[in-house]
């Protein structure tokens, strides 16, 4: 039991680093966080495993694919010294993205009530199924990912106090401060990119 304890404090704190890595990567708007974010879902699929939030493997599974559809919509269109550009949420895209992560969010969270052992059935699902949106937007270069990163990422951090996993606490409010860092960057190239050009 003192073995897969310290081995799963050691991914933990892995998990903790390449996470950072791709947070700030996606920031910067670098293609290159969505092969990073790769590693770090797996490590974290392991991890949620271990601590029974059964929701969050599962998301993590589902990031693996949109890890693949955002480097290849970031591979599309217009790239400024290899960084994409940005553009804002449509309304219509936003509103139908919020409904399906609240149907995501109940029927997960009826189904891990149900049928698993869950730690936080519904709370847990209700971020996954806003987490899954919160990429999609990402991978679709709309600046609004990172306010939903921010909200989810708050209440992350008191998932993770309240189940003693300090590390990654401090990781989720790390990755609140990468996030308002991302929101701030992308504002600026969106506000750059709608300049009129200089005569």
Not at 26 to 36: D, E, G, I, S
Not at 70 to 90: A, E, F, N, T
Request: glycine share 10%; net charge positive.
């Amino acid at each position: 039991l003192g073995g897969i304890r310290c081995r799963a404090i050691l991914v933990e704190l892995l998990a903790v680093l390449v996470n950072v890595l791709g947070v700030w990567l996606t920031a910067r708007r670098v293609r290159w966080c969505w092969p990073v974010n790769v590693v770090a879902v797996l490590l974290y699929a392991w991890l949620f495993y271990q601590w029974k939030l059964y929701s969050d493997m599962l998301l993590q599974g589902v990031y693996v694919f949109l890890q693949g559809y955002g480097w290849w919509r970031w591979s599309q269109g217009r790239l400024d010294h290899g960084k994409v550009h940005v553009g804002p949420l449509p309304r219509r895209e936003g509103a139908l993205s919020l409904l399906a992560g609240a149907a995501g969010a109940a029927l997960l969270g009826w189904l891990m009530h149900r049928h698993t052992d869950a730690a936080l059935p519904w709370l847990d699902a209700a971020l996954s199924a806003f987490s899954v949106v919160a990429s999609f937007w990402a991978a679709r270069k709309r600046i609004a990912n990172w306010g939903l990163w921010i909200v989810l990422d708050c209440v992350y951090v008191g998932v993770f106090v309240y189940k003693g996993l300090y590390p990654t606490a401090a990781l989720y409010a790390g990755f609140v401060v990468l996030a308002v860092y991302g929101l701030r960057l992308w504002q600026a190239d969106l506000r750059r990119a709608a300049a009129p050009p200089l005569s």
